[in-house]
């Protein structure tokens, strides 16, 4: 059975850091694409940055470009390290896979909310 479990939100003041994470099991490491989404509360879900296994290539948004970090422990956790977090970073973030054969998994999120 695929999961994916994030974990490392909470309540932060802006200016501030979190690192989410994100333990994949059930798949083999290199065998699919990971990336991060967000959603905001009345707002559609949209990707902050992605992975690809392939040739290592990282992808981020550009409202998150230059405050996000996204890494691996190359096993199994996926990392976002968010840095100058702002009030437009509040939303709950999700993890999702992609395998080769293009399968999709998703975590149940996890919430992040900065304050002014």
């Known amino acids: 059975e695929v999961q994916l479990v994030e974990s490392g939100g909470a309540l932060v003041q802006a200016g501030g850091s979190l690192r989410l994470s994100c333990v994949v099991s059930?798949?083999?490491?290199?065998?699919?694409?990971i990336a991060w989404f967000r959603q905001a509360p009345g707002k559609e879900r949209q990707g902050v940055s992605c992975l690809r296994h392939d040739d290592g290539l990282t992808w981020y948004g550009d409202s998150v470009k230059g405050r996000f970090t996204m890494s691996t422990d190359n096993a199994n956790t996926v990392y976002l390290q968010m840095d100058n977090l702002e009030p437009e970073d509040t939303a709950v973030y999700y993890c999702h896979a992609l395998t080769r054969n293009r399968a999709e998994y998703w975590g149940q999120g996890t919430q992040v909310t900065v304050s002014s």
């Open positions: 059930g798949l083999t490491f290199d065998d699919y694409d």
